[in-house]
């Protein structure tokens, strides 16, 4: 919420956040606070959508959160390296499509279902209704989240 609190001071629109900006703002933080155990991670980021309304931007940046946090804590155990990727692009020039994955050990949803791991997937499905999306899952090599949800308000970046 600081980011986004800093990033509206520094902003004439209001109503939207530079996301690219954002989303740096918020791996940083993560990977400073996570220092020790995300070493031999490398996080790779590509975000074609330059901005984001205010309404999507919460939920969205606590997905981004609770995943890459999860990713940081339990796909890569014992120093392994790998890499963490996120990328957000528009699709038909209404919906938006998040990816967020992992090249680490995967997760076993049977298995870790009453995990803390799973309190947080069901926080992350929570913000994803709130956006009125749709997220699938693939967890065979590392963990993939595909989510996507149709931007309310939709603007184009053009149009700033």
Do not use: W
Request: net charge neutral; aromatic share 6%.
């Amino acid at each position: 919420m600081a980011i986004i609190h800093e990033q509206l001071y520094k902003s004439d629109n209001l109503s939207v956040i530079d996301f690219p900006k954002y989303v740096e703002a918020l791996t940083q933080d993560l990977l400073s606070t996570y220092s020790d155990m995300c070493r031999n991670i490398r996080l790779i980021t590509n975000i074609s959508v330059k901005t984001l309304r205010i309404e999507n931007v919460v939920p969205c940046g606590l997905i981004i959160n609770e995943l890459i946090t999860n990713s940081i804590k339990h796909a890569f155990p014992d120093g392994k390296k790998g890499e963490i990727s996120i990328s957000m692009k528009h699709e038909n020039n209404s919906r938006i499509i998040m990816i967020v994955s992992d090249n680490g050990t995967g997760f076993d949803q049977e298995k870790n279902k009453n995990s803390s791991s799973s309190i947080g997937l069901m926080l992350v499905k929570e913000l994803v209704r709130q956006l009125d999306g749709t997220m699938n899952i693939k967890t065979e090599t590392g963990s993939v989240y595909n989510i996507i949800f149709k931007e309310k308000n939709f603007i184009k970046d053009t149009d700033l």
